[in-house]
């Protein structure tokens, strides 16, 4: 059913060559445009409703403890909420994220970087899962709640902090009988990378010690930022997925997760291979979990070192989050978020297996460089 939204029911239109599809309306672009600019309300809540928020606000922080509950977390709603399709995909991307976190501690990454450098750039990728985590998934919450007992709770939404943007996306996707989850899921997509972008890209610590470092714009420039999605295919286990560019840059993050989330929806054979795949092998953060013939979570053997992500870092303690005091959104700029609705008519699947096993040998030889770039870094800064 969910490939039924790449057919007809929305117009194709060619964009720099490349064929478009539009998932949203020109009637519910308006509504977005008018709501938008119009002033958001808190309404006063009645014990009922703070009820709800507080079992709202109890349960995402206990699923936001480390990059293994949060990715369990989004497995487990979509399996709820298949029209949620975000949450498929964030569950994909979160595994990306707990492999990118132990890779740290795997005998290359941790030669390559002094202890204090592996603690920082595990920080800046745990703030980030975080982050996106405690936004979003209560907004899922709130969905799930209103589909239960069949009504909007939506107005509830500004109490958890939610961006202004997503108030008329959320109220927009309730009131429709069938649910137009790819305008939701890009919706949510703008919405977690802007504010990914106020929250820790911009963030001057993680300015200076990452996003500016020379290894992270070296891990760029030969593609180790690779988004891979494992996928049951008959009796084997193939690899597809794409690799990131210009990561630093919120546009480019948004085409990335839209050509994901194309990837992952649009072909039959990932979508359900992929789900297979998750729903058999719990999220260790070992790649171990998707390549037992090269990655292994113990030492003692030949294989690749890829611990699994509690042995590799302890429980990190994030300071109380805080709600949004100024939202990343600007409602006078709102109209050119509606050119961010389109999705690619075709995204290939990429075999990236022989990409994935490039990249580890790559790495291994860069740990080479160990030595110098400590000291090239404390000359930048």
């Not at 009504?151 to 109490?159: A, E, R, S």
């Not at 839209?258 to 039959?268: D, H, I, Q, S, V």
């Amino acid at each position: 059913m969910f490939f039924n939204w790449f057919g007809s029911k929305y117009s194709k239109t060619e964009e720099k060559h490349q064929e478009q599809i539009k998932v949203l309306s020109s009637n519910d672009a308006d509504y977005l445009l008018r709501s938008w600019l119009s002033p958001t309300h808190k309404v006063s809540l009645s014990h009922k409703e703070k009820e709800i928020l507080l079992d709202i606000s109890n349960k995402t922080i206990s699923h936001n403890k480390n990059n293994l509950t949060r990715t369990q977390a989004y497995l487990n709603l979509y399996g709820n909420n298949p029209e949620l399709h975000w949450s498929y995909l964030a569950h994909m991307v979160s595994r990306n994220a707990g492999w990118n976190m132990t890779d740290l501690k795997g005998k290359s990454i941790s030669k390559l970087l002094s202890y204090d450098r592996l603690e920082v750039f595990f920080s800046f990728l745990e703030k980030a899962n975080y982050v996106i985590f405690n936004d979003a998934f209560p907004q899922l919450l709130i969905y799930e709640k209103g589909k239960i007992e069949s009504k909007d709770y939506t107005y509830l939404l500004p109490h958890l902090g939610v961006s202004d943007f997503m108030l008329p996306v959320w109220r927009l996707f309730m009131e429709q009988k069938v649910k137009n989850s790819p305008f939701l899921t890009v919706s949510l997509i703008i919405n977690e990378q802007n504010l990914l972008e106020t929250q820790v890209m911009l963030n001057p610590f993680y300015q200076k010690k990452v996003v500016q470092s020379l290894t992270f714009h070296l891990q760029e420039m030969m593609g180790f930022t690779q988004i891979l999605f494992p996928y049951v295919d008959g009796e084997s286990l193939q690899l597809t997925g794409s690799t990131i560019a210009q990561f630093d840059e919120v546009a480019s993050r948004i085409k990335v997760g839209k050509k994901l989330y194309r990837l992952l929806f649009g072909n039959k054979d990932v979508h359900e291979g992929a789900l297979s795949f998750a729903k058999s092998n719990i999220h260790t953060g070992s790649r171990e979990d998707y390549f037992p013939s090269v990655f292994s979570a113990s030492k003692n053997t030949k294989k690749i070192f890829s611990p699994n992500l509690e042995d590799a870092w302890p429980t990190y303690k994030h300071k109380p989050a805080k709600k949004l005091q100024d939202d990343w959104f600007n409602p006078s700029a709102s109209r050119i978020f509606l050119d961010f609705y389109r999705l690619p008519f075709r995204e290939q699947i990429t075999d990236m297996k022989k990409p994935h096993i490039y990249n580890v040998i790559q790495v291994s030889g860069l740990s080479e460089l160990q030595s110098l770039i400590p000291e090239i870094e404390k000359r930048r800064e």
